[in-house]
């Protein structure tokens, strides 16, 4: 396995720890819980740093690979702002890095074959999604931001099984 695959593996595992319920024992019982406190922007520091091999590896036109690092490194300043404390609320502009996330899963998708393509597509529409709806509504639903998590997920499984 390469180290671009591993690496992106590795990010699919970080994502999903800090986006998805992780299975825990409590008390006896088995349920879900969330990752939370200071191991949110380490896991989404971790998950943009390993991204970055895969974004310089999955064939794509130059303009949309600069997308697909400004997405992860924009991302990055905000989980470094989090990270340091800040009080400003930077849900607004992570969605508009998402803008830029599109063009890179929307354009290395379909330059990469149908099935990148398709994942791509998904995944783009899930962040206008929630562009759109927290332009009307403020909020996207939560379950809008499952349904993100889960397709994020994928196509970073996808992009690994497609450098492989």
Known sequence: MSVTVATTLAAAVAFAAFHMPLP???AGRWGFVRVSGMAVPLLGIAYHVLMLPAVAALP???W???AGF???FLDLALEGAGLAG???DVRSLREGVHLVACVWVLAAGWHSGPVLGVAGTLLAAAF???LGLRALRGEPP???LSVNAALNVVWIVVVAVALA
């Open 64 to 66: 949309a690979v600069a």
């Open 142 to 144: 939560a379950w809008l």
């Open 86 to 88: 800040t009080t400003i």
């Open 128 to 130: 206008l999604a929630r």
């Open 60 to 62: 794509a036109p130059a």
């Open 24 to 26: 825990a024992r409590r």
């Open 70 to 72: 400004a997405w992860m």
